[in-house]
């Protein structure tokens, strides 16, 4: 599957974005959706993931509350609400998927990649 993902950009601090990912190549419903961010000088870290049906969902507990992903599989897409935005939340943010059930807040765990969205929280 090859994903693309949209919808970063600057946001003032207390702000919000949605970003998107798309996907082609596969049957969407098959895999587990997940989004991770790297901020810059540090090691990408895990912030949601959501499973094939979109009937349980995951956060980082940076993020708890004020994040929320979803999917549309008719749309073959992923989303990522994010609300109150801080400057910690600055990063570049990864969709990521895996086929198969459940669940994981492990990158290594996913098998595709999308290239990467930036996200810039100004203070």
């Known amino acids: 599957v090859q994903l693309q993902a949209s919808g970063g950009g600057l946001v003032q601090a207390g702000g919000s974005l949605r970003l998107s990912c798309g996907a082609s190549?596969?049957?969407?419903?098959?895999?587990?959706m997940g989004w991770f961010r790297q901020a810059p000088g540090k090691e990408r870290e895990f912030v949601a993931c959501?499973?094939?049906?979109?009937?349980?969902?995951y956060y980082a507990d940076s993020v708890k509350g004020r994040f929320t992903i979803s999917r549309d599989n008719a749309k073959n897409t992923v989303y990522l609400q994010m609300n109150s935005l801080k400057p910690e939340d600055t990063a570049v943010y990864y969709c990521?998927?895996?086929?198969?059930?459940?669940?994981?807040?492990?990158?290594?765990?996913?098998?595709?990649w999308g290239q990467g969205t930036l996200v810039t929280v100004s203070s």
């Open positions: 990521a998927a895996y086929r198969t059930a459940g669940w994981s807040p492990y990158e290594n765990r996913y098998d595709y």
């Open positions: 959501i499973t094939r049906t979109g009937e349980r969902t």
């Open positions: 190549g596969d049957t969407f419903s098959s895999y587990v």
